[in-house]
């Protein structure tokens, strides 16, 4: 890497910002990238160069937002369209973290590196993903400073607020059962990881760099910064997290082009009272269930209108095939639709999990998989949520969980108040200023050794 430092120690002596070049490193599903969209779009505004490196599946949307674009392998994730069965049944064995680690990520390590490395020499800074192990490695290798983010609170594994690994109990005897559950599936996943890492500690011997910490767990942290993206409504600080860590808020990122909602959505919304929307977002929407049709019959049975956000299968299902009063759309975004909904109901995501909050709309949780039934405890908690196991999905049970979520004055009250103070948080910014911040600090830092 190429650093100027007299230009530096100059323009610092005279307090000018300079444009840096910032390489973003990621790998997921939309949740996984969105907020770090949100993020380029803000740092090119302030005049810096950003560049996001991931898939080549992303490649267009990314470019089309007027982001740099860097592909790195894996060209794609699974084919989702194709593979949903395989999808489900990792789904339902809750294997597809260690699917995803060990099978995504892990024969492809050495590829995305060498993908990185380049770049990753050219930047002034690497932003990190958690599962962006390749650049974690490169960002040591290379001598680039390296900021750490966590999308979601279980990033952290804090033992002081222990993640919720299970669905939640229903009695007290269920919850002392659940806390030891959680308590030997957070030691048995630590132990696991050691399986989920090797290939990064082998790459990491072959590299000449020195032993590390665990890269699923405390390694994923950048020694220097954490940011971690998301509200402190959802969690607080705590004594085991690492020090470095600034909690931002959401970062919160609507495509363009699907800012407004449809003319047909527009005409549904205005015909009737708030409807309730249902959603699994980019991913589990690939293997729904029976989540969309008991869901609607659910809605109908207390008088609602619904909107079901079913992807590609919207298109499939004949109108005729839904409940009165249902319709059954491919993408609508979050923010735009969100406030006009009365409920939503959704997988919890940690986007998806955002918008609704910000929405101030009360939720039911139906978690799938990976950080879901963390978000979906973190909610029931609030008071603006509750939740059920995905194969408890049937219309009777969601109807009776929608009517208390709804006829329940506390729940929407308490989301409104959520909301508020969500709107009032502005993540994209303060993950902005902290990254800015860091810059000036490493500029000095190398000024001094110049």
Known sequence: MIHQQGSVSSSLQKGKKISKHILIATFGSLGDLYPYMAIAKEMRTRGHRAVIATNEIYRQMIESEGIEFRAIRPNGLINVEEEGEFIELLRDSQQALDYGVSYLIGPHLRATYSDLLEPV????????????????LAAEKTGTPRVSTALAPISFMSVYDLPTLSPLPTSA????????????????????????????????????????????????????????????????????????????????YDRQEHQALSPDLVKFLSAGPPPIVFTLGSLMVWTPGNFYLEGAIAAQKLGYRSILLMGQAAHSIPAHQLPEGAIAVDYASHSALFPHVAAIAHHGGVGTTAQALRAGRPMLVVPYAYDQPDNAARLVRLGVARTIERQHCTA???????????????????????????????????????????????????????
């Not at 020499?121 to 974690?136: N, R, S, V």
């Not at 269920?174 to 030891?180: G, I, K, M, N, R």
């Not at 090797?198 to 910064?225: I, K, W, Y």
Request: glycine share 6%.
């Open 121 to 136: 020499q050219e930047a002034d800074l690497l932003l990190t993903h958690h599962l962006a192990f390749a650049g974690t």
């Open 173 to 252: 005897y269920e919850a002392a059962l659940t806390l030891v559950a959680n308590d030997a599936k957070h030691r048995f996943f630590r132990w696991k990881a050691r399986f989920w890492s090797a290939p990064v500690r082998q790459l990491r011997a072959e590299l000449g760099l020195t032993p590390s910490c665990d890269p699923v767990f405390e390694g994923q942290h950048s020694p220097e910064l954490v940011l971690a993206l998301f509200s402190q409504i959802l969690a607080a600080p705590q004594p085991d997290w690492p020090p470095q860590t600034r909690v931002t808020g959401f970062p919160f």
């Open 396 to 450: 009777d049970r969601i109807a009776a969980e929608l009517k208390l979520l709804l006829f329940d004055p506390n729940y929407a009250a308490k989301a409104t108040e959520v909301g508020h103070l969500l709107q009032a948080e502005d993540g994209v910014g303060a993950a902005c200023d902290a990254i800015e911040a860091f810059l000036n600090d490493e500029m000095g830092r190398r000024s001094d050794k110049s």
